[in-house]
Protein backbone atom coordinates (compact mmCIF):
# COMPACT_ATOMS: atom_id res chain seq x y z
CA UNK A 1 0.00 0.00 0.00
CA UNK A 2 1.11 3.64 -0.71
CA UNK A 3 0.10 7.15 0.71
CA UNK A 4 0.38 10.12 -1.44
CA UNK A 5 0.44 13.28 -0.73
CA UNK A 6 0.95 16.54 -2.52
CA UNK A 7 2.11 19.92 -2.48
CA UNK A 8 2.91 23.31 -4.11
CA UNK A 9 -0.60 24.35 -5.16
CA UNK A 10 -1.29 28.13 -4.78
CA UNK A 11 -2.33 30.69 -6.33
CA UNK A 12 -0.84 32.32 -9.50
CA UNK A 13 -0.92 35.06 -12.26
CA UNK A 14 -2.44 33.64 -15.73
CA UNK A 15 1.34 32.98 -17.58
CA UNK A 16 3.02 31.97 -14.33
CA UNK A 17 4.06 28.51 -13.36
CA UNK A 18 4.27 26.24 -10.44
CA UNK A 19 5.70 23.19 -9.62
CA UNK A 20 3.59 20.37 -8.07
CA UNK A 21 4.90 17.59 -5.82
CA UNK A 22 3.78 14.25 -4.86
CA UNK A 23 5.53 12.28 -1.74
CA UNK A 24 5.30 8.93 -1.97
CA UNK A 25 4.73 6.27 1.48
CA UNK A 26 6.53 3.14 1.03
CA UNK A 27 9.20 1.07 -0.49
CA UNK A 28 8.23 -0.49 -3.71
CA UNK A 29 7.73 3.43 -5.32
CA UNK A 30 9.05 2.48 -8.22
CA UNK A 31 6.75 -0.55 -9.09
CA UNK A 32 3.73 2.19 -9.43
CA UNK A 33 3.16 4.19 -12.40
CA UNK A 34 2.10 7.25 -11.54
CA UNK A 35 -0.65 10.31 -12.60
CA UNK A 36 -1.61 13.45 -12.08
CA UNK A 37 -5.56 14.33 -12.36
CA UNK A 38 -7.58 17.60 -11.61
CA UNK A 39 -11.04 18.29 -10.42
CA UNK A 40 -12.25 21.72 -11.34
CA UNK A 41 -15.53 23.13 -9.23
CA UNK A 42 -18.91 21.36 -11.12
CA UNK A 43 -16.59 19.56 -13.40
CA UNK A 44 -15.47 15.61 -13.24
CA UNK A 45 -11.91 15.04 -12.55
CA UNK A 46 -9.56 15.19 -15.75
CA UNK A 47 -6.20 13.30 -16.81
CA UNK A 48 -3.24 15.71 -16.86
CA UNK A 49 -0.24 13.60 -17.06
CA UNK A 50 1.14 10.18 -16.26
CA UNK A 51 4.71 8.83 -15.86
CA UNK A 52 6.05 4.92 -16.29
CA UNK A 53 7.15 3.07 -13.32
CA UNK A 54 10.35 3.70 -14.54
CA UNK A 55 10.06 7.01 -15.47
CA UNK A 56 10.45 5.49 -19.62
CA UNK A 57 6.78 6.98 -20.98
CA UNK A 58 4.92 10.43 -20.12
CA UNK A 59 1.44 11.05 -21.53
CA UNK A 60 0.02 14.59 -21.43
CA UNK A 61 -3.78 15.59 -21.78
CA UNK A 62 -3.86 17.96 -24.94
CA UNK A 63 -4.81 21.08 -23.25
CA UNK A 64 -1.54 20.73 -21.69
CA UNK A 65 0.66 19.31 -23.68
CA UNK A 66 3.81 21.78 -24.62
CA UNK A 67 3.29 23.49 -21.07
CA UNK A 68 3.33 21.06 -18.16
CA UNK A 69 5.98 18.39 -17.84
CA UNK A 70 5.93 15.41 -15.30
CA UNK A 71 8.65 13.56 -13.75
CA UNK A 72 9.92 11.39 -10.81
CA UNK A 73 12.30 10.71 -8.75
CA UNK A 74 12.44 7.24 -7.49
CA UNK A 75 14.98 7.21 -5.04
CA UNK A 76 13.68 9.81 -2.92
CA UNK A 77 9.83 8.89 -3.83
CA UNK A 78 8.60 11.67 -5.29
CA UNK A 79 6.58 12.92 -8.64
CA UNK A 80 6.47 16.42 -9.87
CA UNK A 81 4.49 18.24 -12.27
CA UNK A 82 5.74 21.49 -13.49
CA UNK A 83 3.50 24.14 -14.96
CA UNK A 84 4.33 26.87 -17.00
CA UNK A 85 2.05 29.05 -19.13
CA UNK A 86 -0.36 28.62 -16.89
CA UNK A 87 -4.11 29.74 -17.82
CA UNK A 88 -7.56 30.58 -15.67
CA UNK A 89 -8.85 27.28 -17.20
CA UNK A 90 -5.93 25.04 -15.43
CA UNK A 91 -7.47 26.39 -11.74
CA UNK A 92 -8.64 23.14 -10.08
CA UNK A 93 -7.73 20.76 -7.39
CA UNK A 94 -4.53 18.39 -8.57
CA UNK A 95 -4.61 14.85 -7.67
CA UNK A 96 -1.60 12.60 -7.54
CA UNK A 97 -2.52 8.98 -8.02
CA UNK A 98 -0.61 5.63 -8.21
CA UNK A 99 -1.08 2.18 -10.18
CA UNK A 100 0.77 -0.59 -9.12
CA UNK A 101 2.27 -3.18 -11.74
CA UNK A 102 1.31 -1.67 -14.65
CA UNK A 103 2.59 0.65 -17.24
CA UNK A 104 1.02 4.30 -16.87
CA UNK A 105 -3.22 4.98 -18.39
CA UNK A 106 -4.93 7.98 -18.79
CA UNK A 107 -8.09 6.12 -16.71
CA UNK A 108 -8.57 7.38 -13.34
CA UNK A 109 -10.17 4.19 -12.60
CA UNK A 110 -6.96 2.16 -13.23
CA UNK A 111 -5.32 4.18 -10.62
CA UNK A 112 -5.34 2.21 -6.74
CA UNK A 113 -4.47 5.13 -4.58
CA UNK A 114 -5.41 8.57 -4.88
CA UNK A 115 -3.64 11.56 -2.49
CA UNK A 116 -6.03 14.42 -1.00
CA UNK A 117 -5.62 16.93 -3.78
CA UNK A 118 -3.88 20.40 -3.82
CA UNK A 119 -5.45 23.66 -4.84
CA UNK A 120 -4.45 25.37 -7.99
CA UNK A 121 -5.89 29.05 -8.90
CA UNK A 122 -4.54 30.70 -12.27
CA UNK A 123 -6.07 34.34 -11.90
CA UNK A 124 -4.90 37.97 -12.02
Known amino acids: QVQLVESGGGLVQPGGSLRLSCAAS????????MGWFRQAPGKEREFVST????????YYADSVKGRFTISRDNAKRLVYLQMNSLKPEDTAVYFC?????????????????WGQGTQVTVSS
Open 97 to 113: AARQYGLARKEAHEYHY
Open 26 to 33: GSTFSTYS
Open 51 to 58: INYQGGGT
